[in-house]
């Protein structure tokens, strides 16, 4: 082998291993900036407030767990008194689930379509345990913003939090 080739691949495994892989920029921890849907008519939705309160970790092992919440929620349990027919109505309980979501679970990262999608394995509501929510994804500076299209558009901005 000739010094140049010798020299060339020697630099194409230094700049392989010095660029990031996909998965290596998710592992972290980031804290919720907004959650909006927006319509095709122009409208915006805020479904946990216009300031929402979160968090989203992604762990080396494939890890990853969601928290979002509207802030500012009220109820009538005494702190560390969990929900029953006996302290709350239904009302309350509805609007508790409503305003706030949490699930883990694994994930994978498919980075020809940029698609995150997380298999859910325990989740406030229970008809996502064993569901897959698959996201798109991009990247900018410090933020994740995770994105999916249905009949709307659902955003999420995620900032990273310091080490």
């Keep these: 082998m000739n010094r140049r080739k010798a020299i060339g691949i020697a630099g194409s495994v230094v700049a392989a291993q010095a660029a990031p892989k996909i998965r290596d920029q998710f592992v972290g921890v980031y804290k ?71 699930y883990y679970g694994r994930f994978d990262i498919d980075e020809a379509t940029t698609t995150v999608t997380h298999h859910v394995e325990a989740c406030l509501v229970p008809s996502w345990v064993g569901t897959d929510l698959k996201r798109k994804y991009r990247f900018t500076a410090r933020q994740l913003v995770l994105s999916v299209e249905t009949t709307n558009l659902l955003e999420l901005v995620w900032e990273r939090e310091a080490d």
């Design 32 to 102: 919720l900036i907004s959650c909006e849907r927006k319509f095709k008519d122009s409208r915006i939705e805020y479904p946990y407030g216009q300031k929402p309160v979160g968090r989203i970790t992604y762990d080396k092992a494939g890890r990853m767990s969601a928290q979002l919440m509207q802030p500012g929620r009220r109820s009538t349990v005494a702190p560390g008194i969990t929900f029953s027919a006996g302290t709350t109505g239904c009302d309350e309980l509805r609007v508790a689930a409503e305003s706030f979501i949490a």
